[in-house]
């Protein structure tokens, strides 16, 4: 039983680590992404970006920003939690799970955030403009080949040139 526990102690670990490693090079990804520079400052060119739909995707990305944070740092706290949970003598299997469950919740919310956010920036956009940033390859940097395709990724000041550090989701 002593041997099952540590196992299962080392395997949870072991996830832990590659969760941390994943996160430290999204981390990364961020402050490097598309949006930076005079390359995103085309990308709104070519759009045709008007200074209000700029305004409004900044603020939408400002408060996605703002509410992945405080889920970010929710989730980093469960992981502490879980981390605590499993380094007991005596491993408390329903309170590993319930916390897994927490966890997951979190990531969903995340995911959620990112989904809303990108929505809620292509109904910004005029339909001309959605065509044009198809064609652009736009959305692609949300993760999938086309919009609304597979697994939303995070934004970088979502090509517009829009700093980073303040519009970045």
């Given at each position: ?146 919009w609304g395709e597979g697994m939303p990724g995070r934004m970088h000041g979502a090509g517009l040139g829009l700093r980073h550090d303040d519009a970045q989701l």
């Amino acid at each position: 039983m002593k041997r099952l526990s540590s196992f299962f102690a080392a395997s949870i670990l072991l996830l832990l680590s590659a969760s941390v490693i994943m996160a430290q090079s999204r981390q990364k990804m961020m402050h490097h992404g598309p949006g930076d520079g005079p390359m995103g400052m085309r990308i709104a060119e070519q759009l045709n970006l008007t200074d209000t739909q700029k305004e409004q995707i900044q603020q939408t990305m400002l408060d996605t920003r703002k509410k992945r944070i405080d889920l970010e740092a929710k989730e980093k706290v469960g992981r502490i939690e879980l981390h605590e949970l499993i380094a007991t003598e005596a491993p408390d299997q329903a309170k590993i799970n319930a916390k897994i469950t927490d966890l997951a919740k979190l990531h969903e919310l995340q995911m959620r955030a990112r989904v809303e956010s990108m929505l809620a920036i292509h109904k910004i956009l005029t339909p001309e403009q959605r065509k044009k940033a198809k064609d652009l390859h736009f959305f692609d940097r949300f993760g999938g080949g086309h919009w609304g395709e597979g697994m939303p990724g995070r934004m970088h000041g979502a090509g517009l040139g829009l700093r980073h550090d303040d519009a970045q989701l």
